[in-house]
Nanobody, 122 residues
């Protein structure tokens, strides 16, 4: 079992920045592929970014490419998402996900966090 706990969400003005964290425990961090997804009110959950267990594979959704950066802090077993140039349409609950085998835009990750709210005001 893997436990994932997100933090770092909040309210920010358009154009601002936030950094989300996802602390992982229960399995060795370096065997997990990890990702961020988000879900806005009334919308389907959508892929944001993913990073492979070896940090070599990194994928972004077109909507965030160039504004968001996904990274892993192996010393702290933490997944990060640095978000810049935020837009009102980035408002959503952000979830981190992990899986030993799945990777990329798929939602078939085995483990999910509880989510953290990000609200971007115009």
């Amino acid at each position: 079992q893997v436990q994932l706990v997100e933090s770092g969400g909040g309210l920010v003005q358009a154009g601002g920045s936030l950094r989300l964290s996802c602390a992982a425990s229960g399995q060795p961090f370096n065997i997990l592929n990890m990702a961020w997804f988000r879900q806005a009110p009334g919308k389907e959950r959508e892929f944001v970014a993913a990073i492979s267990r070896d940090d070599i594979g990194i994928i972004y959704a077109d909507s965030v490419n160039g504004r968001f950066t996904i990274a892993r802090d192996h010393a702290k077993n933490t997944l990060l998402l640095q978000m810049s140039s935020l837009k009102p349409e980035d408002t959503a609950v952000y979830y981190c996900a992990a899986d030993q085998w799945e990777f990329g835009r798929t939602s078939r990750y085995d483990y999910w966090g509880q989510g953290t709210q990000v609200t971007v005001s115009s």
